[in-house]
């Protein structure tokens, strides 16, 4: 079974069960994919963190994810913005990613942020912050299509 076939599998699950939360677990070749949910209909979920944990990131080096983070920035074309690298952090051997430009409006600034950490671990979030307060997390509104496609590059982009 594809892992697009397997994420819309358990999101019909999930979408019987009862509450707002919910959480997608994956084992793919090569890792773990986990998507934490707070909505799911017929053709869109909403979700507060996307993440693929992959041993095959275990000791990669800044040099290395930035490579990686720029392969990705060209795939995730789909988002709402495109996403660009912000900052490389060399002790902490981190890749932090941002919509560039940020979704503005009247009330302040969204944007996805995506992080790339050696040890293995892809993330992806949105956050929105209003003028006068600090960021927050908020869920991000896509097609399920967009959750698989966004997974399957995330497994694809080290494999």
Known sequence: ???KQQ????????????????ELSIAVAGGHLECQLTAIDSMSCSF???????????????????????????????LLEPIGIVEADDEQCVVQMRSNPPQRDDDGTSYYELLLRTGGTISLCRYTKNRGDARQTVPALVTREVLA?????????VA
């Open 149 to 157: 496609r966004l997974a399957t590059d995330f497994v694809d982009a």
């Open 7 to 22: 994420i819309d599998q358990q999101l019909t699950q999930l979408a019987s069960s009862p509450g707002d939360k919910h």
């Open 48 to 78: 507060r963190l996307l993440e693929f944990q992959t041993s095959k990131l275990a000791g990669a080096s800044v040099q290395q994810l930035k490579e990686l983070s720029e392969a990705l920035s060209k795939r995730l074309s789909y």
């Open 1 to 3: 079974m594809s892992l």
